[in-house]
Structure formats: C-alpha cells, structure tokens
C-alpha cells in the first residue's frame, strides 16, 4: 500500500489499465483456447468419419460381391458382405489412409471367440508392424454396438497409443454382422496440436498485453 501511495497518478492509471487489459486478455484467451479445442476435435471426428466413407466406397470398387443398402445420415451403416471370408488387402487400407489422412481397419467377427478381429489395417507399431490379429476389447461398449448392428463413435488404446475412432458394421447377406469398418485419429497427434494452438494464444495474448501496457502508460503520462 505504502507502494502504491508513492507512485504518481499516471503509474496508477497506467496500472489499472494493465490490470484491466490482463484481465480481459485472459478471458479472450481461456475462451479462444475453448473453441480452437472444439474445432479441432471436431476436425478430427470429421476426417474420421470422411475416413469410414472412403474405406466403404474403396472396398465397394476393389472386391466383388459387396453391396450397400443405403448411407444413413451420412454414416454408412448398411455395407453388406455377400462373400465368404471378409479381408482385403493392405493396398486398399494404405490408399484410404493415404487419401484421408485416417487410420483404417477392417474387421472380422470370429464367432467361435466373440470378438473382431482386424484382418487388415494402417495401424502399426514401433517397428512398422501392422496390429493384424489384434481383437477390439470383447468387453466395451464399440463391441456391444458392433454385435447389435449400430455405428459407434469410442477411444481406444493400440500399441500403447490412444485413438479416437470410429465404427460401422459390416453384414452379410442375411443380416448377421460378420465384421465391421474402423477409422480413427490419434488422440495424441490430437492434443499435441491442441496444446501447440495454447501455446501459441498464450505467446500472442502476452505480446499484445505488453504492447497494450506500454501504450497505455505513454498516452496516459502525457495526458497529465
């Protein structure tokens, strides 16, 4: 306080216009870091459904025999597989991703175990290898909707890596599901892109408040 008696009225003002400017400044950030957040997850969930419509268009071209009924609000939940065993090639799979930028799986149910399987995908570890083999968890809700014949949107962990996917059954010709599509972005490459869009507001909204500051002590001083 003693401080605060010793400056001059122009510090004073200077000093709560700083403190005004840091304030609405802040708020601006919090609120733009809110929405830039939003945006790009919602990028992201875009591309990842972009990702389940090329897979199902590509599988349409590459492999006889697959139909769809129709494409319900913009989600293809009717592909039928009117074959055997359902596969594809790790060509088909490299091309969607190399198109949408999504990772892409395709499913198998294995009725004997219970679970999807992927029998082809762009998802790979540290070594480059493909996760081929690997099941979806038997014990989450992507499995129950799957097994019921529903599109579901779900994170997931493969080779220790998050993802935000998601997935559409496949049926055959009966009706049974006999395996599903996937398309997922990387969480992480997610929130690193989200962190990056924080650190950069915050770099922004710190220069703009010192040049604020600074401008306002200077035209605050010579007005008195």
Do not use: C
């Not at 875009?46 to 071209?61: I, N, Q, T």
């Not at 149910?109 to 493909?130: H, K, S, W």
């Amino acid at each position: 306080m003693k401080l605060l008696n010793r400056l001059n009225l122009g510090t004073k003002i200077a000093l709560f216009m700083g403190s005004l400017l840091l304030v609405v400044s802040v708020t601006m950030a919090i609120v733009f870091i809110t929405k830039e957040a939003t945006s790009t997850r919602e990028n992201a969930k875009e591309a990842m459904h972009a990702g389940l419509r090329a897979m199902a268009l590509e599988l349409l071209e590459s492999t006889p025999g697959i139909s769809m009924d129709a494409i319900v609000d913009d989600r293809e939940t009717a592909l039928r597989w009117n074959l055997g065993e359902v596969t594809t090639t790790a060509e088909v799979v490299d091309n969607v991703k190399a198109i949408t930028g999504s990772e892409v799986t395709l499913f198998a149910f294995d009725p004997p175990d219970g679970v999807f399987r992927r029998v082809m995908t762009t998802l790979t570890d540290a070594t480059g290898q493909r996760a081929v083999g690997t099941p979806l968890d038997p014990d989450g809700d992507t499995h129950a909707a799957l097994l019921a014949g529903q599109p579901f949107d779900s994170e997931t962990e493969v080779f220790g890596e998050r993802y935000m996917g998601g997935y559409e059954p496949i049926r055959s010709i009966d009706g049974k599901v006999v395996g599903a599509l996937a398309a997922s972005s990387s969480l992480d490459a997610l929130n690193a892109q989200i962190a990056s869009d924080i650190i950069e507001a915050v770099i922004t909204t710190f220069a703009l408040l010192t040049i604020g500051i600074g401008i306002s002590y200077i035209v605050i001083r010579r007005m008195i």
